[in-house]
């Protein structure tokens, strides 16, 4: 599947092109293409008003046969580590049937060398199923060898020292959904970060292969540098769609029930490199696009489509993006970022 989304002000009705002739019903600021390997070609939008018209910059979609498509690889998460349930909590579903490898870290010491003040000093990673049964636990890596090297075949930051109290597991999961839980080890608080990492051999993905289908970084959002960043890296050599998230009146609800939620989450998706805004939202609107590969991808349901919960569809070439959620007017509660993948 692909996504081109279409921005225009004033109320405008919409039209997609391609290769100049009108798509039937393509009247949606948002296109959906599912077959997109059988409608590569030029794409326009027509928004139309009371004031005239104005075309769209053109966009080409083309197929790219490439032997490592576009999957997700890493997400993290940086915040303010609190008690109880305002910890960090990363969650991730492997899909494929297979079994993963994968490297989860929990980070607080090692942040220092970045200028970060108040960190978490005994970060303790847990690592649950879905069964929320404790599959592992780590309260200091101790500059294990298998950790090491893991760490630098993917690509992570290095930790300066080996004896530190950050904290780390290098596990092989079956499919299924899972969540990496830190806290601090005797009840202490700072700030901290949770990375789970794709731990795959480089070149080894192929189409349809066991992979990382979901990320989501569940926080309690703060203001500042403590508003919720959830990092995930697309690797590979071709585009991947994505449904990207942010929860907060959604989980304040049954089932969840979640006490004290960001009542107004703005979703800002940025590239990392240049910070440059890719998209934004804030209320989803009930609209049906999100509606429908929201349900197509298993995401649990937003039941109000008046709700200030905030979404964006969107296809990206690899890279590394950072979805950050915030409150629109400085207010402050728990929220939830997801990142899943859209066929």
């Known amino acids: 599947m692909a996504v081109l989304n279409a921005v225009a002000s004033n109320s405008p009705s919409y039209q997609w092109m391609l290769n100049g002739v009108a798509i039937p019903g393509a009247t949606d600021s948002t296109l959906l293409i599912s077959d997109a390997a059988a409608?590569?070609?030029?794409?326009?939008?027509?928004?139309?008003?009371?004031?005239?018209?104005?075309?769209?910059?053109?966009?080409t979609l083309g197929v790219v046969a490439t032997s490592e498509p576009g999957h997700l690889s890493n997400i993290s998460a940086r915040a303010e580590v609190g008690t109880g349930a305002n910890i960090i909590f990363?969650?991730?579903?492997?899909?494929?049937?297979?079994?993963?490898?994968?490297?989860?870290?929990?980070?607080?010491?090692?942040?220092?060398?970045?200028?970060?003040?108040?960190?978490?000093?005994?970060?303790?990673?847990?690592?649950?199923?879905?069964?929320?049964?404790?599959?592992?636990?780590?309260?200091?890596?101790?500059?294990d060898a298998t950790i090491l090297s893991t760490a630098t075949s993917v690509g992570a930051f290095a930790w300066p020292s080996t004896t530190s109290h950050d904290s780390a597991l290098v596990e092989t999961l079956a499919a299924g959904g899972y969540t990496a839980q830190v806290?601090?080890?005797?009840?202490?608080?700072?700030?901290?970060?949770?990375?789970?990492?794709?731990?795959?051999?480089?070149?080894?993905?192929?189409?349809?292969?066991?992979?990382?289908?979901n990320l989501s970084a569940r926080v309690d959002v703060g203001t500042g540098a403590n508003v919720l960043e959830a990092g995930f890296?697309?690797?590979?050599?071709?585009?991947?769609?994505?449904?990207?998230?942010?929860?907060?009146?959604a989980i304040a609800v049954a089932p969840f029930n979640v006490p004290g939620t960001l009542p107004d989450p703005q979703l800002t998706l940025q590239l990392?490199?240049?910070?440059?805004?890719?998209?934004q939202n804030l209320a989803w609107g009930g609209d049906p696009e999100i509606s429908?590969?929201?349900?197509?991808?298993?995401?649990?349901?937003?039941?109000?489509?008046?709700?200030?919960?905030?979404?964006?569809?969107?296809?990206?070439?690899?890279?590394?993006?950072?979805?950050?959620a915030a409150g629109t007017s400085g207010d402050t509660g728990v929220a939830i970022v997801e990142v899943y993948e859209v066929q």
């Open 39 to 59: 409608a590569a070609g030029t794409y326009t939008c027509v928004a139309t008003n009371s004031m005239g018209s104005v075309t769209s910059s053109p966009a």
């Open 272 to 279: 990392q490199a240049t910070a440059a805004v890719l998209g």
């Open 233 to 249: 890296v697309i690797a590979g050599n071709s585009a991947l769609t994505v449904l990207i998230r942010a929860s907060g009146p």
């Open 183 to 213: 806290s601090g080890q005797s009840g202490d608080t700072g700030d901290a970060l949770v990375e789970v990492y794709d731990a795959s051999p480089a070149g080894s993905f192929t189409a349809g292969a066991t992979r990382l289908t």
């Open 90 to 143: 990363g969650g991730f579903e492997i899909g494929g049937g297979g079994q993963l490898p994968v490297l989860i870290r929990g980070s607080g010491p090692a942040l220092v060398q970045f200028g970060v003040p108040g960190t978490l000093p005994d970060p303790q990673l847990q690592l649950f199923n879905a069964a929320d049964a404790v599959l592992a636990t780590n309260n200091g890596w101790g500059g």
């Open 292 to 324: 429908s590969v929201a349900a197509s991808v298993g995401a649990f349901n937003w039941g109000d489509p008046g709700s200030h919960d905030s979404a964006l569809l969107i296809t990206l070439p690899p890279g590394n993006y950072t979805a950050a």
